[in-house]
């Protein structure tokens, strides 16, 4: 038999906070470890390095720890200039995209988030795909 809910249990049940994956996983903390980690891989990659020659490290990662923290169900606080913007003209290809994606995958494949999360947050990062590749999504 079904145990129907008052429309105030109801109610309360909608409103109880969610746990989010950035709550889930340790908050800010976990996820600048999870940036860390992840800027090790690509910045290990000799395809990938080159377009960071020439960042402000400490910086970009602060701002991918907000954009992280974001995908994860965190709060948004970034407010840094557009991605369109900021990688516009880095002759960033689909290849270069990719690659940037295979190592987020597996640099997420080591924190506690589950397969279905991981998947989502990939999938918020490939709705960015057309502002990074400068709209065109090949190389060259």
Known sequence: MLERRTAKEAHHAMN???TTPFERIGGADTVASLVDAFYDRVLADPDLAPFFEHAD?????EMERLVFSMALGGPDGYVGR?????HRGRGIGREHFQKFVDHLFETLEEFELTETERHDMIARINTYSSDILGGYGVSG
Do not use: D, F, N, Y
């Open 82 to 86: 557009s991605l369109a913007h900021a």
């Open 57 to 61: 490290l400490p910086k970009l990662l």
């Open 16 to 18: 109880e906070p969610r």
